[in-house]
């Protein structure tokens, strides 16, 4: 098929389309009834055909390989469904690329060996559509395609994400029709597609047929403009049509109450209608007031849903409908583990009840626009979209190298005029963007130019960008440049970060401190983190399990490994650690606690709603034992507002006093189940001494016994054995049950190091996708440090109390020593051992580290873990919003957070106590002097490091406890900043803390 000497459609800049219809708004024709968002299998017009289906299917590795009569010849073939991406029905390997091309950069030229697929189905045209106009519509395509209906070719189009739409009356026939797609998988195109995303082909999106009588509406545009108090708003719509005829509007509430109607003839094709609405129901995301709009020309009826509302920009402040509103967003790609980019309905309506129940209520459409469905569903659940084009061009030699080439202006142009035509009748745009890192050229400023030509008084948004954008927009802003965009007087405009709190892995740090900074300066927008959902690929297996999988698991190259693995959600939308951390900063209400007045600071962050529409529940706690509960009645807080309230419960007695808030949403929401909690947050409103004394509990002797290798102290029904070559305890018998795990672990990755069991050093964690800051401490090789025992003797011998000191240093393989260490174990007579940990760093500059702690393992048997502090899930410094205080119990085994790579997880802050115990009740009783962190789990972090994906992690047969005196933030340098300053665990003089264990039996 290929002819070398003959430039294809596919490789010609000069070709963005043949015969495609110019674009127009998104409708289906010929009921009033269908614009409610739901899956076009719902639809049931009767001027409508879904051809989603089986449909033959081809594959060729090469377009060379296409014979010449495809079209009309029998190909044999399998049947395959579509919409799908052949990706994902094993005709090619997964491929993922962040920035790079996976083909040679040559714009506008892709490889001539360009594999492509053959769609045909059969079908037949329903009678409703004799003597009509028909229209076939393909909504998404990667990359480009030539369609055909009787083997006669109908046309070309590219652009993966947008629809294309052609006219095939006179291509139809009656009784049954074949249609033939044959879709590429490059084209020039491509090169203005380079987004971060598994790269996927095929017709993706739905395909069908709609059908208009000759004399028909082409198109329609609403818009208003608002009075200055919003009580009057002066609407137009406009209505393009095929001929001179009779149009008629219709405006109706959400009652279906007429609000306005007229009829006119048009001129010159076009009938404009002027009038005025007066105290309309706003539109907004959290009132998504819509009405519907029915427009009939002859026996063609269009309906579309529309919204009243206001976006503006005053001063410097983003306003909608007069009030200063929030962006508290979310990036968005289609992505669905096993379909890639052809998501359905359900799937967009699952993504979005989500977000709703987690305060989201920004989306952008990164980088592309989604499918029409997505903004039907923003319409009426109530999203502000930041509509983008699809266009990025990252992996190329420059940025901007496509974007100042005018031999690639119509192609930008186009993108934008696709994108702007189909959706600019929502009410839920905010803005449109020009796309994502394509650099700053004059074929940019051409696309605005064209937006704002369509569409009055509309936002354009992009980023980095001083000339076209009407916000400033950035990305991956530290928190100290936020504060200094905010406080910039010079900038006219407000500031946006469109992507921040790159949520990969374990992270992102700090969004308690950009929510405070955002909400503390009218200047900052807010923001969309970086991203919804982790991009990998579910392999079922006949069990049940999946397995995930990532960039350069199926083989293919160049490819950007997990940098896909970096949603809030996990790819089945189970919610992250990160997710948890976004509900509670995007939270509908604000409370702290001061301690000067004793009262709780209320502050309702919502923009239309008083808060009474939600109901806010409390709990209090002494000592982490619940004592009262309620809920906080007349709580008439008005958008935006503050209030202070009593506490309501007295704080008599002695120990501490916490408070948790839970705000449940009682708003009837669809798909959401009523009552949800949107936030809960505890206030330590009384604190508590944390003494770590021992009290007499035996008047028994200990008995000691030493060697050259061991010292044996025994009491009151215990026995402890200690290791003065590991510097360690390596036995604690109590209550007939060995306490210390008596394998000594030999990591591959440290050389010869033996790591024992019992309690030592312990200063690193498995690598996090965030941890670059730790870099540099690599140089000390601090993650494969070994403990050089330097001396271990007896200090001090007493009737009830022995202690042992044992000092040391920590270094690694070639290297020189980092720290000296000194553990004083004091062995008391009631059994329990006191750790006092001291670390004193031989280096003079300070350097970074993620932990300053002890570690120890158990037998595989201790596997209840019971604690005191902050609970629900994990938590670090610089990540404490997802959790709540109080008492809290797990199994070891559950302690994991199971993130695509596997990486360090499961850190339990703040913690008062903790016990670790088996099935018997026997195990350990742990306290410090102060508020700790501690993790556990059946694997040590030398066995995490060798594993790659989640479904490697074993069990090893032991229990891990890691205790921390010191643990570091975590941050976002994935691709954002590291954790702030205050979060950093700097290592430089003397760090000391203390822990003591005591045998228990419950």
Request: glycine letters at 8%; proline letters at 4%.
């Amino acid at each position: 098929m290929l002819n070398i000497n003959f430039t294809p459609d596919w490789d010609n800049l000069k070709v963005l389309s043949r015969n495609r219809m110019p674009s127009r708004s998104y409708y289906i024709p010929g009921d009033a009834n269908n614009t409610e968002a739901k899956s076009r299998w719902d639809i049931r017009s009767d001027r409508f055909m879904l051809l989603n289906g089986m449909w033959n299917f081809n594959y060729y590795t090469s377009v060379a390989d296409v014979p010449d009569d495809f079209v009309t010849a029998d190909l044999g073939g399998k049947e395959e469904k579509v919409p799908s991406v052949w990706q994902a029905q094993g005709y090619e390997k997964w491929h993922y690329t962040n920035i790079n091309y996976p083909y040679p950069v040559d714009p506008p030229h892709v490889p001539n060996h360009n594999p492509c697929g053959i769609y045909k189905r059969k079908f037949t045209v329903p009678a409703s559509f004799k003597g009509m106009k028909v229209n076939l519509s393909f909504l998404g395509v990667s990359a480009a395609y030539h369609v055909y209906i009787n083997a006669k070719l109908v046309g070309y189009n590219q652009v993966s994400h947008m629809t294309g739409e052609f006219d095939v009356t006179d291509y139809l026939c009656d009784g049954e029709n074949e249609i033939c797609v044959i879709v590429y998988k490059w084209c020039d195109g491509s090169y203005l597609e380079d987004q971060d995303f598994f790269r996927c082909n095929g017709i993706f999106r739905d395909v069908f047929l709609t059908a208009q009588p000759e004399e028909h509406i082409k198109d329609f545009l609403f818009t208003t403009e608002a009075n200055g108090d919003l009580t009057n708003f002066k609407t137009k719509v406009t209505v393009k049509t095929s001929a001179e005829m009779y149009v008629k509007i219709e405006l109706n509430d959400k009652d279906g109450k007429t609000v306005y109607t007229e009829a006119k003839k048009t001129e010159r094709k076009n009938a404009e209608f002027n009038f005025n609405v007066e105290n309309p129901l706003l539109w907004n995301a959290e009132t998504p007031n819509l009405y519907t709009l029915v427009i009939t020309a002859g026996d063609d009826i269009a309906a579309h849903k529309v919204g009243f509302r206001k976006f503006e920009i005053d001063g410097n402040v983003f306003k909608v409908n007069g009030v200063a509103v929030k962006c508290r967003g979310v990036n968005r790609h289609d992505s669905h583990p096993e379909k890639g980019y052809a998501v359905e309905y359900e799937d967009i309506l699952k993504d979005l009840t989500l977000m709703k129940q987690l305060n989201v209520n920004t989306i952008r459409t990164s980088h592309y626009p989604n499918d029409p469905l997505l903004l039907m569903l923003a319409d009426e659940l109530g999203f502000y979209i930041v509509d983008e084009a699809d266009l990025e061009t990252h992996g190329l030699f420059g940025w901007d190298y496509a974007t100042k080439n005018p031999d690639w202006k119509d192609a930008f142009i186009d993108r934008a005029e696709r994108m702007v035509q189909r959706d600019k009748n929502h009410a839920c745009i905010i803005m449109f963007s020009l796309g994502n890192e394509s650099g700053n050229g004059e074929n940019h400023i051409a696309m605005e130019k064209y937006i704002r030509n369509v569409v009055p008084n509309v936002l354009v948004h992009y980023c980095d960008n001083d000339v076209v954008s009407d916000v400033e927009s950035m990305m991956y802003r530290w928190v100290d440049q936020l504060v200094r965009h905010g406080e910039d007087k010079e900038n006219k405009r407000p500031f946006f970060m469109c992507e921040y709190a790159h949520s990969m892995g374990l992270g992102p740090g700090s969004f308690k401190e950009y929510w405070e900074t955002i909400y503390k300066y009218p200047r900052l927008m807010g923001g969309c983190v970086w991203e919804w959902c982790d991009h990998a690929v579910a392999h079922k297996h006949e069990d049940g399990s999946v397995t995930y999988t990532y960039g350069g698991d199926h083989g293919e190259y160049p490819h950007d490994g997990n940098f896909c693995c970096d949603g809030l959600v996990y790819p089945d939308r189970t919610p992250s650690t990160a997710a948890l951390e976004m509900k509670q900063a995007y939270t509908p209400l604000n409370v702290s606690f001061c301690k000067d007045c004793g009262r709780i600071k209320m502050i309702n962050r919502l923009d239309f709603s008083d808060i009474s529409e939600y109901t806010v529940k409390w709990t209090a706690l002494l000592n982490g034992d619940e004592i009262a509960s309620g809920i906080f009645e007349d709580l008439d807080i008005a958008p935006h507002a503050t209030k202070a309230v009593d506490l309501p419960f007295a704080t008599e007695e002695n120990g501490e006093y916490v408070i948790t808030i839970y705000v449940e949403d009682n708003r009837e929401l669809k798909g959401i189940e009523k009552g949800h909690i949107c936030s809960a947050e505890s206030l330590v409103v009384k604190e508590a001494c944390y003494a770590c004394g021992c009290k007499k509990e035996s008047d028994k002797k200990l008995e000691v016994e030493e060697n050259t290798r061991y010292i044996t102290v025994c009491g009151n029904g215990f026995e402890v054995k200690f290791d003065k070559a590991d510097g360690t305890v390596s036995s604690y018998k109590a209550f007939g049950a060995e306490l210390i795990n008596d394998r000594p672990q030999y990591p591959e990755r440290r050389g010869l190091c033996r790591l024992p069991a019992g309690i030592k050093p312990n200063i690193w964690h498995a690598k996090t996708d965030n941890d670059h800051f730790l870099n540099d401490s690599l140089r000390y090789c601090a993650d494969r440090t070994w403990h050089t025992i330097t001396n271990a003797q007896i200090v001090l011998m007493g009737k009830q109390r022995v202690d042992i000191k044992v000092t040391g240093s920590l270094c690694a393989p070639a290297c020189k020593p980092i720290m000296t260490t000194e553990l004083v174990y004091r062995i008391n007579a009631c059994g329990s051992i006191n750790v006092n940990v001291k670390y004193e760093s031989l280096v003079n500059e300070a350097f970074l580290l993620p932990r300053l702690g002890i570690a120890f393992e158990m037998p595989r048997e201790f596997e209840n873990v019971e604690w005191y502090g902050k609970g629900g899930g994990e938590s670090y410094p610089d990540m404490p919003l997802s959790t709540v205080i109080g008492k809290f119990t797990n199994k070891v085994e559950k302690m994991h957070e199971p993130y695509l790579r596997p990486q360090e997880s499961g850190n339990r802050s703040e913690t008062r106590w903790m016990k670790i115990k088996n099935a018997d009740g026997v195990g350990f009783f742990i306290r410090s002097d102060r508020p700790f962190d501690f993790s556990t789990h059946h694997y040590t972090d030398d066995d995490l490091i060798g594993w790659r994906h989640r479904e490697d992690v074993k069990d090893m047969g032991f229990t891990r406890i890691n205790l921390d005196g010191f643990v570091s933030g975590i941050g976002s340098g994935s691709c954002g900043p590291s954790p702030m300053d205050k979060y950093l665990l700097k290592m430089i003089g003397t760090k000391e803390f203390s822990f003591k264990l005591k045998p228990i039996k419950e």
